[in-house]
């Protein structure tokens, strides 16, 4: 009985399932058909036009201001539009749903001109009431979106073109914040109508919160088509867009957690690209010649070493310049970035304006950080408690740190917690590492949110008057000259103090088929999908 | 027979019902900040609050617990808090796939390992015997993930037999299930084969066995309608433990072929502290479990009527004094 069993189980598989989707037969049709009969279904005489985006990481929110992860990012850059985009090559900001801006000589009144053709993906057309709404509602709502729009006080437009927005004191990154992936314009109507009563209008509703569940509706190049929780989102070509119709008719991100199996599914041609393919893959790719690694080092994605004073051993200066001693950077940037990294000397980005260059950094020097410990009252070293998650992005480093610190006597406990983002909140911790891109490469984003007094972010839970000075000075001066010297003196004080010091950045990386042309590694991670092309 | 099964399926109730009053207990009193996980880092603390009054997260423990069994009674498995979707849509995503893995997975197991095991007793160390504890010892050594990155670098790569991912909706075809399926038997097969192998040989040297030999049967009708009928009872329970831990997911196999089932879904919602989800997932799992133990237990019945009376209560007969 058993064995009729099994054998109408075995049988049973051939009638499984149905035909090949699009998203893989075009998949398999580009890198040579993994099997017979599932060629191209999306291919055309003139090439293809399905592509397959694998992500290794999970995408939160397809919503400007829902959330800041990277596949937001990634998601919010196909389907949104904000009124200036960054030219990360020039460093130069450009027009986008605005074709031209003024500024008021006080600096409290930008006024933006729109473009005059662009319409939301349902057909809605863009108006100068839709970009205020948008910039007003998260401005009162607790999104990510609100804390770029520092000093802003209100939006109003000006017939239909005309947005004017009021800024209460100068914000020198006032600009660069509106080109910001996640400032994406909503359409006013659409959401009030689908929303209806859940529109929370109190001002309380947070980031992912905000648009409940409803389809995005932006005026990207790419318009929603399907979201699979947790596996997949699908979107097709904007036909209208207003820079012209992206190449691909239909692009599948597809969320693949094991980086593993995921380069095996390009190599297979089963994607076209994979966006965070993992460092340590960059030798396997490089070498196969259908293959191209692209690759952005200078990212604003930084990571760094938090000490918490609310530690005993941490609370004298000596102790915390001994740790920064005792580091070597270099070990670090290699074990956590397998090499694809840069050493930071600066919390600020180099990319960031504003950027200053820092005092010299703390060069690894274990003598001089054992003659520190013991100044400072630990001849024989200390034991402490770093926190981490289970993420190697978090872990890696923790451990390479245990082993240095353990050179100069301090024995660190390197504890593995689910609730290390609540603890970091919390200010419950004594060492951990922490990292975040600046998504808005500004000196003050950088900055600001992360160290002034009294922050949500400020982890470390500082207050240092005359930093909290700087950069208060720092957010309001638009000379350049004059910024980076604040700044100057700004990390002059993290030196001195050694709150944090910085490790590393993580560089920006997708893998590609050689056939797909026009990538290029954003340093924010915002890939310029309807720019990619397909030539064999 | 009737009557025991909807016995054991009135039963199975409250045992589902004290399993999800387990789990939730858990995921109650564990560290973890289910709010943080909504809201990002980044929330403050008034929006932080509202969120826990809008879960019923300040409620206490039990008027939570009851409020979701409510919800459950009335065919409500609430709303995943991590995607914003009805927990029964995203089971009803993920069920077909865990269910297809299962029965492919087993049926490949039983295919593949009932032979192997009847051959090993058969010839019973012989090189077909040597040669099949030597696989299986290399079978249940070989960790789960590597294999199946192995089979994908071979059979989808180098060969290009097989597709290397599950297509992004829909069941895909056969061909999308072989390699899984592989992976997925690869760490079962073992303990069948074995299983097998000793109790084929105890009962081969039974002597009902010699009998049937004496009487002249072929050695063919005697391994395969004497000797293995009564050896499959515990190979059955065997199946029936394997099939039911494989509803509950096959998470390494799931992840590395991006076949996304329940065991990625309930895994993710754990660690996401997405309590509606991971509560309905656990509800689905424990019926699974629950159900293919009573198909065992009727199924013990038909291969071994002798068990039969233990299903069945026994009928009065007419002027038996008590």
Not at chain 1, 31 to 50: M, R
Not at chain 1, 378 to 391: L, Q, R, V
Not at chain 1, 472 to 497: C, M, P, V
Not at chain 2, 231 to 245: D, I, S
């Amino acid at each position: 009985m058993s064995m009729l069993l099994a054998a109408v189980m075995v049988l049973s598989m051939a009638g499984c399932g149905g035909g090949e989707t699009n998203a893989t037969a075009a998949a398999t049709g580009g890198g040579g058909g993994a099997t017979s009969g599932e060629t191209s279904g999306g291919q055309t005489a003139s090439g293809k036009t399905d592509l397959v985006v694998g992500i290794t990481r999970g995408i939160t929110s397809i919503w400007p201001g829902g959330e800041n992860d990277q596949g937001t990012i990634i998601m919010n850059n196909q389907f949104y539009n904000r009124l200036l985009k960054k030219n990360y090559t020039t460093g130069e900001l450009e027009p986008e749903l605005a074709k031209s801006w003024t500024v008021s000589d006080d600096k409290l009144t930008y006024t933006f001109e729109l473009r005059d053709d662009v319409y939301f993906h349902n057909g809605d057309k863009l108006t100068a009431e839709d970009v205020v709404w948008t910039m007003n509602e998260w401005h009162k709502n607790e999104t990510y979106t609100k804390d770029y729009l520092v000093f802003f006080d209100h939006a109003e437009a000006k017939g239909d073109t005309t947005v004017i927005m009021h800024y209460t004191d100068v914000y020198a990154a006032a600009l660069e914040s509106l080109s910001f992936t996640l400032m994406g314009i909503l359409d006013k109507s659409y959401v009030l109508e689908k929303m209806g009563d859940k529109w929370d209008s109190s001002g309380n509703a947070q980031s992912r919160d905000v648009y409940g569940d409803i389809e995005p509706n932006g005026t990207g190049p790419f318009q929603f088509v399907e979201k699979v929780s947790g596996e997949s989102y699908t979107m097709a070509a904007n036909e209208k867009y207003f820079e012209g119709k992206p190449a691909f008719d239909k692009v599948t991100v597809k969320i693949m957690s094991d980086a593993n199996a995921a380069l095996v599914a390009l190599e297979a041609g089963e994607i076209d690209a994979l966006s965070h393919a993992p460092s340590s893959d960059k030798m396997a790719i490089e070498n196969n010649e259908d293959l191209v690694w692209y690759e952005n080092a200078d990212t604003p994605y930084l990571i760094w070493l938090m000490l918490n004073e609310a530690d005993e051993h941490l609370q004298n200066p000596k102790v915390r310049q001994a740790i920064a001693y005792a580091l070597n950077k270099e070990e670090i940037a290699i074990a956590t970035t397998d090499g694809v990294g840069q050493v930071l000397h600066s919390p600020i980005p180099e990319s960031a304006v504003g950027y200053a260059a820092p005092p010299a950094d703390y060069e690894m020097d274990l003598e001089k950080a054992k003659a520190l410990l013991a100044e400072a009252g630990y001849p024989d070293g200390f034991s402490i408690e770093m926190k981490t998650t289970s993420s190697n992005t978090y872990k890696k480093p923790s451990t390479v740190i245990q082993a240095q610190l353990a050179k100069i006597g301090i024995q660190v406990t390197v504890t593995e917690v689910d609730t290390y983002w609540s603890d970091v909140a919390a200010h419950d911790f004594s060492l951990g590492v922490m990292n975040l891109c600046i998504y808005v490469p500004d000196a003050d984003q950088a900055l600001y949110p992360l160290y002034y007094t009294n922050q949500k972010r400020n982890y470390v839970n500082i207050s240092i008057p005359e930093l909290d000075s700087l950069l208060d000075q720092g957010r309001g001066e638009t000379d350049l000259t004059k910024r980076s010297e604040i700044y100057s003196k700004a990390q002059q004080i993290f030196h001195d103090e050694v709150f944090m010091i910085p490790l590393c950045n993580y560089a920006a990386i997708i893998a590609a088929n050689k056939n797909l042309k026009n990538v290029e590694a954003s340093p924010v991670f915002a890939w310029n999908i309807s720019e990619w092309t397909w030539e064999e | 027979m009737l009557k025991y099964i909807v016995k054991r399926l009135l039963i199975l109730i409250p045992i589902v019902f004290g399993i999800s009053f387990i789990v939730f207990a858990i995921l109650s009193f564990t560290p973890g900040d289910p709010v943080m996980n909504i809201l990002g880092n980044g929330a403050d603390a008034q929006a932080y609050e509202a969120k826990r009054e809008e879960l019923g997260l300040n409620d206490p423990f039990l008027t939570r617990y009851f409020n979701y069994i409510k919800g459950v009674l009335t065919g409500d498995l609430g709303q995943s808090w991590n995607y914003n979707t009805p927990v029964s849509a995203e089971l009803a995503r993920t069920i077909p796939k865990t269910l297809m893995m299962a029965v492919l997975s087993v049926g490949l197991m039983l295919l593949l390992g009932l032979p192997i095991g009847i051959i090993s007793a058969v010839k019973q160390y012989s090189i077909w015997d040597n040669l099949s504890t030597a696989a299986m010892l290399i079978l249940t050594s070989m960790p789960l993930f590597w294999l199946g990155l192995m089979l994908l670098q071979k059979f989808a790569l180098d060969l290009k037999w097989f597709p290397a991912t599950f297509p992004t909706d829909g069941m895909g075809t056969w061909k999308h299930w072989v390699l899984p399926a592989v992976t997925c038997m690869a760490s079962m097969m073992a303990s069948l084969v074995r299983t097998t192998r000793s109790t084929m040989l105890e009962v081969i040297r039974s002597d009902y066995i010699r009998t049937a030999r004496a009487k002249g049967a072929t050695e063919k009708r005697v391994v395969m309608k004497h000797a293995l009928r009564n050896a499959l009872l515990p190979v059955v329970t065997l199946v029936g433990l394997n099939f039911g831990l494989l509803m509950g997911g096959a998470l390494v196999t799931e992840t590395v072929f991006g076949i996304y089932g329940v065991g990625y879904l309930l895994v993710n919602a754990v660690k996401s502290r997405d309590v509606p989800l991971v509560m309905g997932s656990i509800l689905f799992v424990a019926t699974c479990i629950g159900v293919v133990n009573l198909l065992v237990d009727v199924l013990y019945a038909y291969i071994d009527p002798r068990l039969r009376s233990q299903y069945v209560t026994p009928k009065k007969i007419k002027g038996e004094e008590e």
